[in-house]
Structure formats: C-alpha cells, structure tokens
C-alpha cells in the first residue's frame, strides 16, 4: 500500500451540486497532485500543491479548486457539477519536485 | 497532437512472450519520464523510471530516446500478471505530469 488515502471512495452527486473530495498524503510527503480519469483514458493533470500553496494547474476550469493543510493532506472541490465530470478522481503525493509519485486509490464520481 | 501519444492496443500475447510498447512525447524540455502500470478499476502504480542510459528490473528494460523523442517498455517471459494497461508518463516544469492514455496488455495461458 502507498500510504495515500483518499475520501470517499464512492460518491453519486447531480448536475448542478458541489462536491468535495479529500486525499491524506503518504507520511514525509509534502507535494500533492489531483488528476482526473475518465473511462478508457489516462489521468488528466487538475492541479498540485506544495507547501498550501498552488504548484502548477492543467486544463480544467475555474470551478475546480482545491486546497493543502498544514499536515499536507488536501481537498479538491468542484462546483457546478456537470455530467462530463463523472470519472476517477486521484490524488498523488510525492516529495517536493520529486517526480515520481504514489497514488490514493481513487474516488469515484458520478454526476447524474 | 496529444502530448504524449501511445499505441491503446491491445496487445494479446501468450504467456511467456516478449512484448514492447512505445510512447512518443511532443515536449522536447521534458525532464523525467516513468512507465506506470493500472489494473482495472485500481490506480496507477509506479513500474519504473526511464533513464537515457535505459535501465532493467528484473523482465522488465526500459529506454529514452531523447533525439527521436520516444520511450520504451519491454516485458520479457511475460505472465499472466502483467496483464494491465500500461501508461507513460513524462514529467516536465516539475509539476506537469502527463499521462498517456494508456497501453492494454493481455496475457493469455
């Protein structure tokens, strides 16, 4: 197991409502990174934190935000849900610019 | 063009079987590049990071080519085990992270 938890692991939602997902990194890590997996594709960069603050941010809108704490666990909230954003959500920790990362097990969303 | 581009397959090979997989990146500053593996409905886990020097683990080589832009896995004696989708990774500013959509493998007794 890499240590990476994510919350919850299952979630249904409808259009329109907002959501908020949660990943405690892995013990030493201070770096997390959120992706997104829709169905047959890899993941998608959303965003990365380092140190409570934004690292670094993909090609998603502004109504994906998200947030580091002070014990570097974090939390990705969505607003405005839309159908198309039902997919695999995952977070990734890792040590500073270190590259390589270790994930949670995902949370998966679905919009109706 | 996507920014990293991979073969989806899938690849049906029997056990035993040697088989390689291709990635091409369009980023030529990208920095560091990993091959991951996912199991159905799991995350990704780390296979191993490439070098230009290409580097071995166990059946598994593999290699960069910086000029050429390309990265490569092979799996060697291949197992039931190794079935998977297999994603490259390449890594570059030291945040963006991209992921290809992936290489399925299936391993047939």
């Known amino acids: 197991e890499t240590g990476v938890t994510q919350s919850p692991t299952h979630l249904i939602k409808t259009r329109g409502q907002q959501v908020t997902l949660r990943c405690s990194s892995q013990s030493g890590h201070n770096t997390v990174s959120w992706y997104q997996q829709a169905l047959g594709q890899g993941p998608q960069f959303i965003f990365q934190y380092y140190r409570e603050e934004e690292n670094g941010r993909g090609n998603f809108p502004p109504r994906f935000s998200g947030l580091q704490f002070p014990n570097y666990s974090s939390e990705l909230n969505v607003n405005a849900l839309e159908l198309d954003d039902s997919a695999l959500y995952l977070c990734?920790?890792?040590?500073?610019?270190?590259?390589?990362?270790?994930f949670g097990q995902g949370t998966r969303l679905t919009v109706v | 063009r996507k920014e990293v581009e991979q073969d989806p397959g899938p690849f049906n090979v029997p056990e035993g079987a040697t088989v390689a997989f291709n990635c091409t990146y369009s980023n030529s500053a990208s920095q560091s590049f990993f091959w991951y593996r996912q199991d159905c409905r799991k995350e990704p886990k780390l296979l191993m990071s490439?070098?230009?020097s290409g580097n071995e683990d166990g059946r598994f080589t593999a290699q960069l080519n910086r000029a050429s832009q390309y990265i490569s896995l092979l799996i060697r004696d291949s197992k039931l085990s190794d079935s998977a989708t297999y994603l490259c990774v390449v890594n570059s500013e030291g945040f963006k992270t991209i992921f290809g959509a992936g290489t399925r493998l299936f391993v047939k007794a």
């Open positions: 990734a920790s890792s040590f500073g610019t270190e590259p390589e990362a270790f």
């Open positions: 490439v070098y230009s």
